[in-house]
C-alpha cells in the first residue's frame, strides 16, 4: 500500500470454503480481516486448535464483514489469547455476534461434555476450543460501526464498511492506506435475494480479494419458493416430518419468507411449522431492528414472524422428537456440524416418509456434505444413524453470489485491481473462478496459498519472506 512494504498474509480461506483470516501489515500495524473458525474436513478443523500463526497480542484490530462463524468463530479464542483490541463491524453484525459466539462456545461445551458422557472421543478429556463465558467477555471489545463511514485504524489506516447482502450487517470492507486500497468482498449476496438488498457495487482498488463460494457453478434456475412448496406437500400428504436443516441467521429468515407466502397463497397444507433454534428466535428481533436492510413490506415481515412457533426450551425441543408428522421443523445448523438438528436427525432420518432439506452450501467434511452426496449413515454424538427419510438438497435457497454474479458484479467496475485474489471456496471452485477472471475479464487473478504472503503494492505475485509465516512468533520487532 505504501512505500515501508505494507503485507497482506492469507491465514484462512485459501484452501477451503471456512476460517476466513486475512492479516494486513501495513507501518507498525497488524489489522485483521475475519477471525473465522476453520469447518467441515478433520484436517482443516485442527487448525483451530494449532497456535495463530501470529502472537494474538500483536493485533492491532480484528474489523469483521459479517457474523457467520467462518469469519468470526475464533474471535474469542483470539481474545482468550491475548488480543486487546477493538473488533469493528457493522451494528448488525456486532448484535447478531452477541448471539452466535456465546451460542458457538455453549455448542463446544456440550459437545466435550457429551464426547467425555459416551466416550466418544480418542482424548480422555475432551475440551471445547472457548467456552461461552470465552465467548461473551470477547463481546467487550466490539466497536458498532455504520456503513458507508470510514473506521481510523491509526497509523493511515482505514476502512470503510459497504453493503455485501447475504445476511443482517454483511459488508464488503474497504480498505486504504498511503493512497492504495484492498478490497474484502466478505460474502456477497445474491441481486435477487427474496430479503436483502444486493451488494454495493465494487469501488476502485488496487487489490480485491473475493469469495468463490460457487465459484464454479450457477444456481439452478428453480423457483426456490415452489421447490420448497413441493417439497413440503409431498411430505405433508404422506404424513412425513419436514426436517429443515438451516443456518440460525439469515436462512431461518428467507425459509419463514417462503413459507409464508406458501401459506397466504394455499401452497402448502395447513400443517404446524416449528422454529426450533433459539438463536434464530432470538435473530428475528435484530432483523426487525434493522428494516433499512431489507426489502420487504411491513406486513410480509410481521406475517413472517407469524407463521412459526417458536421452540425456545430443551424441554419443548425434545417433545418434537415425539411428536411425529405431519409438521415442518427448522432448526440449525445449516450444515448439520452441531445443534438441535441432530438430535432431531436421530428422531427422524430413519424413517423414509420424511424429508432431510438441506437449505444452503455443504462444506466439504461436513454431515451435510455426506448426507448431500448420497451416505445412507451419518456418525452423531459417536453413533452411527441410519438415514432411509428423503433427502432434497435446495441450493436455490443460497443467500450466496453464484460465479456468473460475482463476474457482472466485478464486471461493473470503472477500473481493475491491479491482482485479485481468489479466496473462501473449494479448490476446484475457487480455481474455475480465476480462470474465468482471467478469461472473461481480461484481470489478473491467482489463487493464493495458505499462510502465503504478498505484497500490497507489488500484487503481480508472491513475496516469500525469509521465514515461514507459521514460526513466526509475530511479536513487534520479530519482522
Known amino acids: 500500500m505504501d512505500d515501508d512494504g505494507a503485507r497482506l498474509r492469507f491465514l484462512g480461506a485459501t484452501d477451503t470454503v471456512t476460517g476466513s483470516r486475512y492479516l494486513v501489515e501495513h507501518g507498525n500495524r497488524r489489522i485483521l480481516i475475519d477471525c473465522g473458525l476453520f469447518q467441515g474436513y478433520k484436517v482443516l478443523r485442527e487448525r483451530n486448535r494449532r497456535p495463530f500463526p501470529v502472537s494474538p497480542d500483536s493485533i492491532d484490530a480484528v474489523v469483521l464483514t459479517h457474523a457467520h462463524l467462518d469469519h468470526t468463530g475464533y474471535v474469542p479464542a483470539l481474545v482468550r489469547e491475548g488480543f486487546r483490541g477493538p473488533v469493528f463491524a457493522t ?8 448471539l452466535l459466539l456465546p451460542d458457538s462456545g455453549h455448542l463446544q461445551e ?12 480418542r482424548h480422555a478429556s475432551p475440551r471445547p476450543l472457548y467456552t461461552a463465558e470465552d465467548a461473551v467477555h470477547s463481546l467487550d471489545q466490539f466497536r458498532p460501526c455504520d ?20 445476511i443482517l450487517g454483511a459488508a464488503q470492507v474497504h480498505l486504504e492506506a498511503g493512497g492504495h486500497s484492498a478490497h474484502f468482498t466478505g460474502d456477497l449476496g445474491r441481486d435477487d435475494d427474496p430479503l436483502m438488498y444486493p451488494p454495493a457495487p465494487l469501488e476502485r482498488c488496487d487489490v480485491l480479494v473475493t469469495e468463490s463460494t460457487y465459484g464454479d457453478r450457477a ?15 409431498r411430505v405433508v400428504r404422506r404424513g412425513g416430518v419436514v426436517l429443515i436443516a438451516s443456518f440460525a441467521v439469515g436462512r431461518a429468515e428467507t425459509l419463514m419468507l417462503h413459507l409464508s407466502r406458501l401459506s397466504r397463497r394455499h401452497r402448502i397444507p395447513d400443517v404446524p411449522i416449528y422454529l426450533n433454534s433459539p438463536m434464530a428466535v432470538d435473530a428475528t428481533a435484530m432483523y426487525q431492528r434493522h428494516r433499512e436492510e431489507h426489502r420487504i413490506t411491513d406486513a410480509e415481515f410481521r406475517e413472517m414472524y407469524r407463521l412459526p412457533t417458536m421452540v425456545r426450551t430443551v424441554d419443548d425441543s425434545k417433545l418434537l422428537n415425539l411428536r411425529g408428522g ?7 445448523s445449516g450444515m448439520l456440524t452441531g445443534g438441535r438438528v441432530l438430535h ?11 424429508c432431510i432439506v438441506l437449505s444452503g452450501y455443504q ?21 452411527d444413524v441410519a438415514v432411509r427419510a428423503e433427502v432434497v438438497s435446495l441450493e436455490s435457497l443460497s443467500a450466496h453470489a453464484d460465479a456468473d454474479a460475482i463476474i457482472r458484479w466485478m464486471a461493473h467496475a470503472e477500473t481493475p485491481p491491479r491482482m485479485t485474489y481468489v479466496t ?16 472473461e475479464l481480461g484481470w489478473p487473478a491467482r489463487v493464493p496459498e495458505y499462510l502465503e504472503t504478498v505484497r500490497l503494492d507489488e500484487p503481480q505475485g508472491p513475496h516469500r519472506p525469509t521465514a515461514a509465516p507459521a514460526m513466526e512468533d509475530g511479536r513487534r520487532g520479530a519482522h
Open 91 to 98: 451494528h448488525g453484525t456486532a448484535e447478531l455476534c452477541t
Open 363 to 383: 462444506a466439504g467434511g461436513t454431515r451435510g456434505a455426506a448426507l448431500r452426496d448420497g451416505a445412507r449413515s451419518l456418525r452423531v454424538y459417536g453413533r
Open 344 to 354: 432431531h436427525l436421530e428422531a427422524y432420518a430413519d424413517d423414509p416418509r420424511n
Open 219 to 233: 444456481h439452478p434456475p428453480e423457483d426456490a419458493e415452489r421447490e420448497l412448496g413441493d417439497v413440503v406437500s
Open 424 to 439: 473462501h471456496g473449494e479448490l476446484n471452485a475457487s480455481d474455475a473462478l480465476r480462470r474465468r477472471i482471467r478469461h
Open 147 to 166: 456503513f458507508d463511514q470510514p473506521v481510523d485504524l491509526g497509523a493511515g489506516l482505514r476502512a470503510t464498511f459497504r453493503r455485501a447482502g447475504h
Open 326 to 332: 405431519p409438521m415442518v421443523i427448522i432448526s440449525a
Open 110 to 121: 456440550e459437545e466435550a461434555e457429551t464426547a467425555l458422557r459416551r466416550q466418544s472421543s
